[in-house]
């Protein structure tokens, strides 16, 4: 069964500056997918970024970029320039690829805090 | 982003009492989930859909619980008898089944609270 371990609960950021999420998960599987969801006050789930195994580049979505470590299973989240709106919920989701309908399994969450 | 709306945004249900949550997603989508959150606690897998079929269910999804899309739109989760463990937040989440386009996005989910 794969796992998916968020070993920090909170965490917070001063505004502008640069926060690092952590992430590592277990599997036996090489084919998957990576991402990280942001969960505001809303409740509202909204993907952040996602990294395919397969692929050795990181992954960058603006402000927001992945340092992907397959070897050593850890899916890090890189929040440059934090603003007060990344205050969030943040979990790191792990999919099997098997070219159709997979479940995500999710890790327990870091709650970000971005202050001013 | 593909669209995806859940109603009731908020539903309080008597314990005992059958609860339908709905998933209205836009067209084009092949796979359908449905996930809850316990307050505070992380998301869980509860079913996943495919062709008009459950493709897999987990240990939570027991015969309290069924899912169906009778119009070929809505998706529907059905509580028959909820319990007061059923108070969470329930999300529908939809994937197209494009190739190499495995993302899945989610609604806005209900917030069921059982009385």
């Known amino acids: 069964a794969q796992t998916v371990t968020q070993s920090q609960p909170e965490m917070s950021v001063q505004e502008a500056e640069t926060v690092t999420l952590s992430c590592t998960y277990d599997?036996?599987?090489?084919?998957?997918?990576l991402f990280w969801y942001k969960q505001p006050p809303s409740r509202q789930m909204i993907l952040v970024i996602r990294?395919?195994?397969?692929?050795?580049q990181n992954a960058t979505e603006n402000r927001f970029s992945v340092n992907f470590q397959k070897a050593a299973k850890s899916f890090s989240l890189k929040i440059s320039d934090s603003q007060l709106g990344d205050t969030a919920m943040y979990f790191c989701?792990?999919?099997?690829?098997?070219?159709?309908?997979?479940?995500?399994?999710f890790g327990k969450g870091t709650k970000l805090t971005v202050n001013p | 982003e593909p669209e995806v709306t859940q109603t009731p945004s908020h539903q309080v249900t008597q314990m005992g009492q059958e609860v339908i949550l709905r998933c209205v997603p836009i067209?084009?989508?092949?796979?359908f989930y449905w996930y809850r959150q316990i307050l505070g606690q992380k998301v869980e897998f509860l079913v996943s859909?495919?062709?008009?079929?459950?493709?897999?269910k987990s240990e939570i999804f027991d015969d309290q619980f069924s899912v169906e899309r009778p119009d070929g739109s809505n998706f529907t989760l059905k509580i028959r008898s909820t319990k007061l463990e059923d108070s969470a937040m329930y999300f529908c989440?939809?994937?197209?089944?494009?190739?190499?386009?495995?993302?899945?996005?989610f609604g806005p989910g209900t917030r069921l609270t059982v009385l």
């Open positions: 989701a792990f999919m099997i690829d098997q070219g159709g309908s997979e479940k995500l399994v």
């Open positions: 599997t036996s599987e090489s084919n998957y997918y």
């Open positions: 990294q395919e195994a397969y692929k050795q």
């Open positions: 067209s084009n989508h092949l796979y």
């Open positions: 859909f495919y062709n008009n079929e459950i493709s897999e």
């Open positions: 989440a939809v994937q197209t089944g494009q190739f190499g386009y495995n993302e899945q996005f």
